[in-house]
């Protein structure tokens, strides 16, 4: 994708105004001291027009978008098998967390696009086989199976919601040059402690246990300067050019190709023509948990609000069951 690359100019000091802008934002996520270095913005402008490529050519390879909705559901294979009822997708659609932030910022919407993430398992179970005429049964069977969809990103068109997902990319792997800087505080904190504790040792030790501990003691010093020198301001560029140059490392997205019949049971080997192949985008690194994600179209928004169907939801639950 070559909408940044002219971001990479070289020779060219002058940062354009929407690297620069991306620039400040990761910055100020890090550490925002960083900004006083004689040398900001440009020592980060390579590391961070790569993320920003990267994070928008990922985006655009997001599959889809898929159109979900009740219809969908009977029509669309893919969409009946990651969801597990009909009225799941409508629970999946109106439980999203921003797409209700999104409909109450705009009510009149009546269609979005978004990215969905699922998690997706598989478990063994014991069902019934048709064999030619014959029913077999207590067959082991492996069931692929989909659970907290959810929706981010929500936006009018389909290009908007790819740069909304972009953004949340790029911002994912900014976190990572932030965590690479918390561990080595991290373990500032954990070396102080142990100097604390070789010291109070020393204090009562004997002549013979006084050697040891003062060779312990002075490597413990000597990784205590290290890594005090490690988290001057000037050694954080590193740090970025050490994640967003090296982006794949840190969040991709993989292809898990499965084949399934209409229950959502794996179909191998010889049961391969028994089921239809589909492909599964899991979104690796995002996440502490991976995600099966695709973007999707959502219509007829306007029909029944959030707040009808919750409404509904509370009636429901406060009739009584009739005995």
């Not at 690796?284 to 007829?300: E, K, L, P």
Request: hydrophobic share 40%; charged share 25%; with cysteine.
């Amino acid at each position: 994708m070559g909408m940044f690359r002219h971001l990479f100019g070289h020779g060219v000091k002058k940062v354009p105004p929407e690297l620069l802008s991306a620039i400040e934002r990761a910055v100020s996520n890090v550490e925002p001291l960083l900004k006083q270095l004689s040398g900001y913005p440009e020592n980060f402008r390579k590391p961070v027009a790569n993320a920003l490529e990267y994070a928008h050519s990922l985006a655009a390879s997001v599959p889809g978008p898929v159109v979900v909705d009740r219809e969908s559901y009977a029509m669309d294979a893919f969409v009946h098998v990651i969801f597990p009822s009909i009225d799941s997708v409508t629970e999946a659609i109106f439980s999203s967390l921003d797409l209700q932030d999104y409909l109450r910022d705009f009510p009149a919407t009546d269609e979005l696009y978004a990215l969905m993430g699922m998690r997706r398992f598989e478990k063994s179970l014991v069902g019934m086989e048709l064999s030619g005429q014959t029913i077999q049964r207590d067959v082991v069977q492996k069931v692929v199976y989909f659970t907290s969809h959810t929706l981010e990103n929500p936006a009018s068109t389909e290009q908007q919601a790819r740069d909304l997902v972009a953004s949340s990319f790029f911002d994912s792997l900014v976190s990572n040059v932030k965590k690479r800087v918390e561990r080595r505080k991290q373990s500032k904190q954990s070396q102080l402690q142990e100097k604390d504790l070789l010291m109070a040792r020393l204090r009562t030790a004997n002549a013979h246990e006084r050697i040891a501990l003062e060779e312990e003691l002075a490597r413990t010093l000597s990784s205590i300067q290290s890594t005090i020198s490690s988290l001057e301001l000037s050694n954080y560029a590193e740090d970025f050019e050490a994640v967003l140059l090296n982006p794949e490392q840190y969040i991709r997205l993989d292809q898990k190709p499965i084949i399934l019949d209409s229950m959502g049971i794996r179909r191998d080997g010889d049961d391969a023509k028994l089921g239809e192949e589909f492909i599964f985008n899991e979104l690796i690194g995002y996440d502490r948990r991976d995600w099966t994600v695709t973007m999707v179209r959502c219509n007829s928004l306007k029909s029944e609000s959030f707040a009808e169907r919750l409404d509904k939801a509370y009636r429901k639950l406060a009739i009584p069951d009739v005995i």
